[in-house]
């Protein structure tokens, strides 16, 4: 059975920095990325970061510069380094991996997600 546990979310100040973390279990394929999502209502999930397994990363233009996308050896933990916070920030953040198997099926994998509030 897999499972995706998130941890770190709550409130912050503008300026303010979270770390938030996400552990995985039980994933039997070969995992090809990590990323995290956010969303807010009535607004479309939206991708914030991006690690492959190479470890190569990528983020949305609105994070950039001030996120870090970072996971360990065995791709069993990806974490979001998020600093210099603002109210635009706040959201639902989703820890996601997608993964596919020896017949290149492929699986997505979500966690519960975890509220992240910026403000004064």
């Known amino acids: 059975q897999v499972e995706l546990v998130q941890s770190g979310g709550g409130l912050v100040q503008p300026g303010g920095s979270l770390r938030l973390s996400c552990t995985a279990s039980?994933?039997?394929?070969?995992?090809?990325?990590m990323n995290w999502y956010r969303q807010t209502p009535g607004r479309k999930r939206e991708l914030v970061a991006t690690?492959?397994?190479?470890?190569?990363?990528k983020y949305a233009d609105s994070v950039k510069g001030r996120f870090t996308i970072s996971k360990d050896a065995t791709d069993s933990l990806v974490n979001l380094q998020m600093d210099n916070l603002q109210p635009a920030d706040t959201a639902v953040y989703y820890c996601n991996i997608e993964a596919y198997d020896s017949w290149e099926v492929e699986y997505d994998y979500w966690g519960q997600g975890t509220q992240v509030t910026v403000s004064a």
């Open positions: 690690i492959s397994r190479s470890g190569n990363t």
């Open positions: 039980g994933i039997d394929a070969v995992v090809d990325s």
